[in-house]
């Protein structure tokens, strides 16, 4: 409105004739006809100069047209392009010139429009033509028409030499759309697969099986015809659908309603169904698509099931996961990882085991438990960690006091130097290559087998020899119990590191009280007869009278947010490990089903998380760059302030909630 307003008031040369050839009749009507002839022919003398200087200008432009039109699209002499045009003037975007197919287009009486490029075109910009390119960088929509704009620039002949830029809109709407189109009907591979199939049927007639298969062909065809797809079951549990990418909006809007719709069937001892929907996107032929949708099923799987996961040429994206995790684990796994890791090791020249960042009794416990492995093989080994920084200063100490791991714990620049090409690299307690203690020995050695119980994340270790992830388990110490178990004798396990493997299954269970099952038990029972003795593994977990003090402080900061939640902002840094146990503590008050710790350090905001209720901590926080499991999770987020990353963090808990 302010725009019409200004054009309406801006003077112009039309105005001026009026008013004089105005004067003059007004002078004719009182009787003063010398001073109406005067004015007369002034008006007259005017309009006929002005006419003249449109003229020459209007040939000038219609010269600078043919110049660059030649230039710019090859036209040959032909004055008038075929397209709509402008001349601009580069220093203010106003429009010199605009041709008539252009001011048909607009619905504009002037060739001389005193008017903006962005006026018409909201956001354009000219920097693209003064840095020397000739083409806009994006589409532009002129009416109901789309257009790809090229262009150039040019001085004008003007006294100040005024830069201009001629513009040529080229019609590309039919090509758009065919475009448009074709993307839209690109195929969308998905592979819907039965989480528990096995423990659904398990005790069941053949009668009760074909009425469960029913029910799940039911619910999942129902779901998949609204995409218009093709369907078929290509096992007892697994089924393949294709569907158009035009409808992928209208899965992710509807939050891929199987995931929930599926959860009222149910087998007769009342376990619900869960399935995993893995859908590639983008391949370049059916086949690509279909092992994005194969890796994308191994994703969702890996990060507990009963959830969605979308994978295209960049990285993946997840839905769902929400609910409390269902435990789908089997000892045959463990027992051929187990001995996989045995046949690997003996082929190795050196086993260098390494951790995340910071590591504390559950990495170093896993550590430990794989060099036993090593041991029993004869093979050198070294466990690659950082001395000074880590959460398990204790357990080191008693640790380096034995003579087996003399010179055992080295640094990851001493690490690169030793390696070669037949050595083999553990990676325990993480499958993140950014969170491990040395990213270039991870990048170095070619050989790596990774032992994990986090939910994995989109940018995880790639390329593993073996890779054992449970993302049920308790603590990578579990896991490697369990390994130890079918793989060594028990005199092979000395007593430091069954007490080393309990202290890591104590601290991510939190005294066995979150993410215990029968098999963390049954662990934790293998371990006490090897020597692990309990109340010295109690003891290692003791804080000492001020880092308590610390402690009551952060919790002492806690606001209570929304859904339970309670959240403690720290304005100065505190070790990692007391705002671990500030999170734990914080679930003990009544109310407060998770909690968030956030400090700074350095550049950095870390934040510690836990959860006993609904809320998926690692979910939450995996917008914020973090990972972990549901009930335990961290981040790290670089270049922002504790009051940004609070923010960010209030806004991923709200969305999680809102879903």
């Keep these: 409105m302010d725009k019409k307003l200004g054009r309406l008031l801006r003077p112009h040369v039309g105005a001026y004739l009026l ?20 004015e007369l022919g002034i008006t007259l003398l005017l309009f006929v100069i002005y006419l003249m200087r449109r003229a020459r200008e209007h040939t000038e432009l219609q010269g600078y047209l043919q110049k660059y039109t030649e230039e710019m699209a090859g036209l040959q002499g032909n004055v008038t392009a075929p397209f709509p045009t402008l001349v601009i003037n580069l220093a203010d975007g106003s429009i ?4 008539r197919e252009f001011r048909e287009l607009m619905d504009i009486r002037d060739t001389f429009v005193k008017r903006t490029v962005s006026e018409f075109v909201p956001e354009f910009d000219t920097d693209w033509i003064t840095s020397g390119k000739t083409e806009y960088p994006a589409a532009v929509n002129l009416g109901k028409k789309r257009f790809r704009v090229y262009g150039s620039a040019f001085r004008g002949e003007d006294k100040r030499n005024t830069p201009m830029g001629v513009l040529f809109f080229s019609d590309l709407t039919e090509l758009y759309e065919i475009r448009d189109e074709y993307i839209r009907s690109r195929p969308v591979v998905s592979i819907v697969l039965v989480d528990n199939y096995d423990e659904l049927t398990r005790n069941m007639s053949e009668a009760a099986i074909s009425g469960m298969n029913a029910r799940i062909n039911n619910t999942i065809m129902k779901w998949a015809q609204s995409y218009h797809g093709l369907l078929r079951r290509l096992e007892k549990n697994r089924f393949l659908l294709v569907f158009e990418k035009r409808d992928l909006k209208k899965a992710v809007a509807g939050k891929f309603s199987l995931l929930e719709d599926v959860h009222g069937i149910t087998s007769p001892a009342g376990l619900e169904a869960s399935v995993s929907i893995g859908l590639g996107v983008d391949g370049a032929t059916f086949e690509e698509s279909y092992e994005f949708a194969a890796l994308s099923i191994e994703m969702a799987l ?3 099931g009963d959830q969605a996961v979308v994978k295209d040429r960049l990285n993946f994206r997840f ?3 929400r609910n409390k995790e269902s435990e789908h684990r089997s000892r045959v796994r463990s027992r051929v990882t187990a001995n996989s890791l045995l046949e690997l090791i003996g082929q190795s020249s050196q086993i260098f085991i390494m951790g995340h960042k910071n590591a504390d009794m559950d990495s170093v416990g896993a550590a430990m438990g794989i060099a036993s492995l090593c041991r029993k093989k004869g093979k050198p080994f ?21 003579p087996e791991y003399k010179d055992v714990f080295i640094t990851g620049q001493e690490a690169l130097v030793r390696c070669d090409n037949r050595s083999t690299l553990v990676v325990v307690d993480t499958n993140r290559p ?7 020995l991870l990048e170095a050695i070619p050989k790596v087998c990774v032992v994990d119980h986090h939910l994995r994340a989109s940018d995880y270790i790639h390329s593993v020899v073996v890779n054992f992830h449970e993302p049920f388990a308790s603590s990578a110490a579990e896991m490697v119990t369990e390994l130890l178990e079918y793989g060594l004798d028990r005199n092979d396990i000395l007593p430091i590191e069954a007490k080393a493997l309990m202290a890591g299954i104590f601290l991510d269970t939190k005294n066995f009280n979150v993410r215990t099952g029968e098999r963390t038990f049954e662990a934790a029972a293998y371990l006490s007869q090897l020597g692990a003795d309990t109340v010295e593994v109690k003891k290692l977990l003791q804080s000492d009278f001020q880092n308590t003090v610390a402690k009551h402080q952060i919790i002492k900061a806690a606001r209570l947010y929304n859904y339970g939640i309670a959240i403690a902002a720290l304005s100065t840094t505190t070790s990692r490990t007391l705002a671990a146990q500030a999170a734990d503590e914080l679930l003990n008050i009544s109310g407060i089903t998770a909690s968030f710790v956030l400090y700074p350090d350095g550049d950095r905001v870390i934040i510690s998380a836990r959860s006993i209720g609904k809320a998926n901590v690692q979910v939450i926080l995996e917008p914020l760059g973090g990972g972990g499991n549901t009930a335990t999770a961290g981040a790290q987020v670089s270049g922002s302030t504790v009051k940004d990353v609070l923010d960010r963090l209030t ?6 909630f809102e879903e």
Excluded: H, T, W
């Excluded at 950014?434 to 270039?440: G, L, Y």
């Design 302 to 304: 890996s990060r507990g």
């Design 651 to 656: 806004d991923s808990i709200d969305k999680f």
């Design 96 to 99: 010199v010139f605009a041709n």
């Design 319 to 321: 839905y769902g996961g």
């Design 434 to 440: 950014d969170q491990v203690e040395s990213q270039p």
């Design 19 to 38: 008013m004089l050839l105005g004067f003059g009749i007004a002078a004719a009507m009182v009787g003063e006809y010398v001073l109406a002839g005067l």
């Design 382 to 402: 070294y466990i690659v960690l950082d001395l000074e920084n880590n959460a398990a200063d204790k357990l080191l100490d008693e640790i380096r006091q034995e």
